[in-house]
């Protein structure tokens, strides 16, 4: 295959708009967005999509409790969504809302689709639903909670429903769902997600009910208007709405449909594994390639609510240690899918001795040496030996390697990768002690100095996706010109350092941060 068709999109869930956005929304999109941003730099073309689910009774009711009106209520709140966005420097391509009208036409095709190959029908609803998730739940996934209510797993609790409703017929999607797991053996990432849906499935499935007749925030049902779609079959049509749907014949469509990967949290794999491949295939569209389900983060050891009051705002994360470092904590603290814990002591931990100590003071200590031993040029590499060359060579490998990585969603293993190339170049420059060579052997330090700069032109081209600002700022360091920063080119033969190029005075890039008094 070409580079040039080489596609990917990508997707992260649309956020409800019930409540501002806190590290878990920004968690899920940062993921997607280095994955975006790696995979542009790696010649792909890339769709990246983000947006919010607008519609549903937990919407509706968080405007009232709000007294406004929803339409007004979810511009406002989908706004900050887009801020966060601009604040962690997303590089989405679209931002969807559920509230506009490309993806109302487009929910109401899908759902013709489905209903006129035979799988809708109506009934009446009776059964336990949970605002709060915007989920059915059967009798036995329940378990008690105080004053004799129940509680869904989740924690959220239940109400009882009974209303007409359309359904959709799961139960008979159980083979299908499993054949094609077996089938796609990479549908479902990480593995331990993949076997709670195909057990999920293998214990039987029943018709999902999937329109709501008692209120009206939603898609209205074509020819039905007294109906409502369920909420979440009109947010899983959004990805399909951002490809263009209905327009199955568009460019847009057929660049990026299929979609290669749906991120989400754990919470959200049954909707994204189950019901979404179920209803795409009754609507004779194919699913998606790969639904990767990442973990959790708790604070300082504590399920993050709104009612314990520990919500962590991004917005105070970045202003108080920086976009990149936020960035590059939450790839690197916790194995990407696992559950992690956010703690101030963590993350000062990491800043400072990843980013100040190792990368930051390895770009410092040799860009100062040149400025002051190079007359600020780039040193000169006619003394080059194999170990240098080698040296320089290693950041090849570690270009394959992050690539597979990034391609698994192993980002904490990229990182690790990167993290290796840093430590093990800072031990260079402890070896070769270029600073005794000035005198003694000039050209040999030019060759180590010269050997080091390459590789932290390498490097820092290597860390533009998980943390754009600063490495632009090491790549503008070392004048390296915005149109050879991707994978292709960097790594190619004409990108190399040229030596006696001027360099500008070195500036820090990852300062340390210290604790000041409250
Ligand atoms: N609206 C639905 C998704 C519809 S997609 C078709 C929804 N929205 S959400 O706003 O509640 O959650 C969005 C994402 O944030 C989910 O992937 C969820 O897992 C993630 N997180 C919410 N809290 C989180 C943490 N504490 N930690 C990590 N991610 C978490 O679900």
């Known amino acids: 295959?070409?580079?040039?068709?080489?596609?990917?999109?990508?997707?992260?869930?649309?956020?409800?708009?019930?409540?501002?956005?806190?590290?878990?929304?920004?968690?899920?999109?940062?993921?997607?967005?280095?994955?975006?941003?790696?995979?542009?730099?790696?010649?792909?073309?890339?769709?990246?999509?983000?947006?919010?689910?607008?519609?549903?009774?937990?919407?509706?009711?968080?405007?009232?409790?709000?007294?406004?009106?929803?339409?007004?209520?979810?511009?406002?709140?989908?706004?900050?969504?887009?801020?966060?966005?601009?604040?962690?420097?997303?590089?989405?391509?679209?931002f969807i809302r559920t509230?506009?009208?490309?993806?109302?036409?487009?929910?109401?095709?899908?759902?013709?689709?489905?209903?006129?190959?035979?799988?809708?029908?109506?009934?009446?609803?009776?059964?336990?639903y949970s605002v709060r998730d915007e989920a059915f739940y059967a009798e036995d996934e329940l378990r008690p909670g105080p004053n004799n209510q129940k509680i869904a797993p989740s924690g959220a609790p239940v109400e009882w429903v009974e209303e007409p409703s359309y359904f959709f017929d799961l139960s008979k999607w159980q083979d299908r769902l499993l054949k094609f797991y077996d089938e796609n053996p990479d549908f479902i990432a990480p593995e331990s997600?993949?076997?709670?849906?195909?057990?999920?499935?293998?214990?039987?499935?029943?018709?999902?009910?999937?329109?709501?007749?008692?209120?009206?925030?939603?898609?209205?049902?074509?020819?039905?208007?007294?109906?409502?779609?369920?909420?979440?079959?009109?947010?899983?049509?959004?990805?399909?709405?951002?490809?263009?749907?209905?327009?199955?014949?568009?460019?847009?469509?057929?660049?990026?449909?299929?979609?290669?990967?749906?991120?989400?949290?754990?919470?959200?794999?049954?909707?994204?594994?189950?019901?979404?491949?179920?209803?795409?295939?009754?609507?004779?569209?194919?699913?998606?390639?790969?639904?990767?389900?990442?973990?959790?983060?708790?604070?300082?050891?504590?399920?993050?609510?709104?009612?314990?009051?520990?919500?962590?705002?991004?917005?105070?994360?970045?202003?108080?240690?920086?976009?990149?470092?936020?960035?590059?904590?939450?790839?690197?603290?916790?194995?990407?899918?696992?559950?992690?814990?956010?703690?101030?002591?963590?993350?000062?931990?990491r800043s400072n001795a990843d980013l100040a100590n190792d990368y930051g003071n390895l770009v410092q200590r040799v860009l100062s040496m040149i400025n002051r031993n190079c007359a600020a040029k780039v040193p000169a590499n006619g003394a080059l030996n194999d170990k240098d060359r080698a040296f320089i060579g290693q950041t090849d490998v570690v270009l394959r390697d992050m690539r597979t990585h990034v391609q698994r969603q192993e980002f904490h293993l990229a990182l690790d990768r990167h993290a290796e190339v840093v430590a093990a170049a800072n031990r260079y420059v402890d070896e070769q002690a270029p600073w005794t060579l000035k005198k003694t052997d000039p050209a040999r330090m030019e060759a180590v100095l010269y050997t080091l700069a390459e590789t932290i032109r390498r490097l820092a081209v290597l860390s533009q996706p998980f943390m754009p600002r600063a490495s632009a700022r090491i790549l503008d360091q070392l004048t390296v010109p915005a149109s050879t920063r991707d994978f292709a080119i960097a790594f190619g033969p004409a990108a190399a350092l040229s030596p006696g190029t001027e360099l500008p005075a070195p500036n820090p890039i990852f300062p340390r941060y210290v604790e000041t008094a409250a």
Request: net charge neutral; hydrophobic share 40%; glycine share 6%.
């Open 193 to 349: 997600r993949r076997n709670e849906v195909v057990s999920f499935v293998k214990n039987g499935l029943q018709d999902l009910s999937v329109s709501r007749t008692s209120f009206k925030w939603g898609v209205p049902v074509p020819n039905d208007p007294a109906h409502i779609m369920y909420v979440w079959l009109d947010a899983l049509t959004n990805y399909i709405t951002a490809a263009g749907y209905p327009e199955t014949d568009s460019p847009m469509y057929r660049t990026f449909w299929p979609a290669a990967l749906h991120m989400v949290g754990k919470d959200i794999v049954r909707f994204h594994a189950v019901y979404w491949p179920a209803f795409l295939m009754a609507a004779g569209v194919a699913p998606p390639r790969r639904v990767f389900a990442h973990g959790w983060w708790t604070n300082e050891g504590q399920k993050i609510s709104k009612s314990l009051g520990n919500v962590i705002d991004p917005i105070q994360l970045v202003e108080k240690y920086g976009l990149d470092q936020v960035r590059y904590f939450l790839l690197r603290e916790v194995p990407f899918g696992n559950d992690g814990d956010f703690s101030h002591t963590a993350m000062v931990r």
């Open 99 to 128: 509230t506009e009208p490309r993806h109302i036409t487009s929910c109401q095709h899908l759902w013709n689709a489905i209903k006129a190959n035979g799988h809708i029908y109506l009934g009446k609803y009776a059964g336990w």
């Open 1 to 94: 295959m070409s580079s040039a068709t080489r596609t990917y999109y990508v997707t992260t869930p649309i956020y409800y708009v019930n409540d501002s956005p806190h590290i878990g929304h920004a968690y899920t999109s940062l993921a997607c967005d280095v994955l975006a941003r790696f995979l542009r730099l790696d010649g792909y073309k890339v769709h990246f999509l983000t947006g919010t689910d607008e519609h549903g009774q937990k919407v509706e009711k968080a405007a009232a409790a709000a007294g406004r009106d929803p339409k007004l209520f979810t511009d406002e709140v989908s706004q900050r969504f887009r801020d966060l966005a601009v604040l962690m420097d997303y590089s989405n391509d679209d």
